[in-house]
């Protein structure tokens, strides 16, 4: 088939390579340029986590995430390139003054657990537990809780990765070019097959309920801290966590606002950030701040990801929100499935809504 795909970032990107190299004739058309500096992909740190994010979503997006974690792999051994790819879990810490924070989220933790039991138990920590995960965090922490299983992978090796696959299948990738879906008319002569709708943001003008949730994250160079796993501090205002990418680079991050500026990071969340690593790892105190990025997370009014159809041949996947990464897989596969039979009782299992045109 001949298939157009709007919107180069993290859907559009792993549907492209899905589909080109299952045959099909592709384009894809990015308002941006190739290095993905548009997208919430490029932003993200590309944490796994389907238990933290328990913490603040539903059962079906843990769901996707447990389903997803086991095809990241997979879709990365379909990449000419390797991509950064960890699941060693997730070590949660607090300290003293947020306890009753701390309590809120164990106490959510084992929600989670009653309702999807076939999840992996998070694990109460001492000091000398949590010296065993991360020997030069024992001495400043007595508690903490462990996720195992979850992961992260390394989001600018990826879509390069995905970038360089495109260009080898010969798929006719078009930057800087903002494209809607009413430039097409497919199954018309001369139009193509299928278009799909990945803009995230970029499409909220023909999905009104769409808004973009700022996110602010900091890249540090910090050779003098040994972390080697994702670590998340449990803070008032939001989930902070800290993400070792290889190399001496961790990614700290994330602010969630509810607003679409897309400005500079204030000074407030670089400060808070900042602070909170140091907090965690006093190593921090001599790294190297080498990016400041700010982005919009596209959400649906429920925090959940969606499926549209525009009519019988234009597809909107949009809604990803805080959990692109953790849930892309699934949503790839859903897709796929309704490309393939109309019908996807993948979707069914996630209780994902697949939904004609409405706003
Ligand atoms: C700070 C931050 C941290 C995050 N951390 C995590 C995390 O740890 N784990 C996780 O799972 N998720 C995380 N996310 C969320 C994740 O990045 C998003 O859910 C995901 O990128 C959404 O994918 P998408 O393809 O829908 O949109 P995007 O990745 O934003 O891609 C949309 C693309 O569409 C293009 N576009 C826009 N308008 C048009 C147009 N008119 N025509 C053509 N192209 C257009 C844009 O240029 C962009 O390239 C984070 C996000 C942010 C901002």
């Known amino acids: 088939m001949n298939i157009v795909i709007l919107g180069a970032g993290l859907m559009g990107r792993l549907l492209a390579c899905q589909l080109a190299r299952a045959g099909h004739t592709l384009e894809l058309f990015d308002a941006g340029g190739s290095e993905a500096l548009t997208s919430a992909a490029r932003a993200a740190a590309a944490m796994l986590a389907p238990l933290a994010e328990s913490a603040i979503t539903e059962t079906s997006v843990v769901q996707m995430g447990m389903y997803s974690l086991p095809r ?9 390139e390797p991509v950064f790819f ?86 006719k990738l078009h930057w800087d070019s903002p494209r809607v879906p009413a430039d097409f008319a497919p199954g018309q002569p001369g139009q193509p097959d299928w278009v799909f ?23 540090l160079l910090a050779p003098e801290v040994k972390l080697s796993r ?39 969340s670089t400060l808070e950030l900042l602070s909170a690593a140091y907090s965690v790892d006093s190593g921090f105190a001599e790294a190297r701040i080498m990016d400041l990025v700010t982005q919009c997370r596209p959400a649906l009014p429920n925090n959940l ?55």
Not at 121 to 148: H, W
Not at 199 to 218: C, F, K, N, Y
Not at 308 to 328: D, F, K, S, T, W
């Open 197 to 219: 709708d990945c803009r995230g943001v970029g499409a909220q003008a023909q999905w009104p309920a769409l808004r973009g949730v700022r996110g602010e994250i900091i890249t």
């Open 72 to 80: 990241w792999p997979e879709l990365i051994a379909q990449l000419d």
């Open 230 to 268: 994702p670590t998340r501090l449990i803070h008032p205002r939001y989930p902070i966590y800290i993400a070792p990418k290889g190399g001496d680079y961790f990614v700290v991050g994330a602010t969630e606002i509810e607003s679409d500026d897309l400005s500079e990071m204030s000074v407030r």
């Open 86 to 171: 960890q699941q060693i879990g997730t070590l949660v810490l607090w300290h003293r003054q947020d306890a009753a924070e701390a309590q809120r989220f164990a106490r959510q933790m084992e929600a989670t657990h009653a309702a999807l039991p076939s999840l992996p138990k998070a694990q109460p920590l001492d000091g000398a537990g949590i010296a065993q995960l991360e020997p030069s965090l024992g001495s400043r922490f007595t508690q903490g809780l462990f996720l195992p299983g979850e992961g992260q992978l390394d989001n600018h090796q990826l879509l390069a990765a995905m970038l360089h696959q495109l260009q080898r299948l010969n798929v």
């Open 305 to 359: 990801p969606s499926i549209r159809m525009l009519g019988e041949r234009v597809m909107q996947i949009n809604g990803l929100y805080r959990h692109g990464y953790l849930i892309a897989p699934a949503m790839l596969d859903v897709v796929m499935e309704l490309l393939q039979t109309h019908t996807s009782p993948l979707a069914q299992t996630f209780a994902l809504a697949i939904s004609p045109a409405k706003d």
